[in-house]
């Protein structure tokens, strides 16, 4: 019920830590994938970082199907085993439930 809330104070603390934000990615509304990723780079040597936010359902999900997404980079596009393997991560990550407002959480370059 706290994770839209939680994410926002997690990145103001990593902004006062003196990181800089560098990217971030809102996939809660995707099919094959819930959650947000955010980059961020150390300014004294330029380091880039992620921090992941999940609740723990797309942690779970993303943790049973990362080598259906391992797996997915290392095929060509028209390989027959695509489809399936799609199909897959849609089938597991339609059962997470969307936390109250983290669809509106905004996506930065």
Known sequence: DRYTEGLLADCERLEDAGFERYDRRNSWEQLEYKGINTR????????????????QASLDAKEETHWAYEKLRSLPENDEEVRELHAYQREVTSKISIPPGAPEIPDYP
Do not use: L, S
């Open 40 to 55: 961020w780079r150390v300014p004294e040597i330029g380091q880039v970082f992620e921090v992941q936010f999940h609740t």
